[in-house]
């Protein structure tokens, strides 16, 4: 059965880092690309950076460039996503999600298998 369990997540102040993860069982997160989205109360889900199956990272967002970064343990079969710099307007619920391409816009209708959401908050 395939299975994506996430990690981390919780308050922490602006400015401040969070690392969360996303651990396959039941599949090899190396044959999958795996993407990150977040979820803000009232908006629609959107994508949050992309890593593919060749460990190439694809689509990030505007928003979060220079201070998110994705990458990928083989060995653990997990990935990260390392944010720094947070600010409140990074306050969301996050998922990773696996598909078979992190496609041309990073939208959650290419990606089938979810993890179950981490909620991430920056406050002061």
């Known amino acids: 059965q395939l299975q994506l369990v996430q990690s981390g997540g919780g308050l922490v102040q602006p400015g401040g880092s969070l690392r969360l993860s996303c651990a396959a069982s039941g599949f090899s997160l190396d044959l999958h690309a795996i993407g990150w989205f977040r979820q803000a109360p009232g908006k629609k889900r959107e994508g949050v950076s992309c890593i593919l199956s060749s460990g190439a990272t694809s689509n990030t967002a505007d928003s979060v460039k220079g201070r998110f970064t994705i990458s990928r343990d083989s060995a653990k079969n997990t990935v990260y996503l390392q944010m720094n710099s947070l600010k409140p307007e990074d306050t969301a619920v996050y998922y990773c999600?696996?598909?078979w391409g992190c496609g041309y816009y990073l939208t959650e209708d290419d990606f089938a298998s979810w993890g179950q959401g981490t909620q991430v908050t920056v406050s002061s």
């Open positions: 999600a696996a598909g």
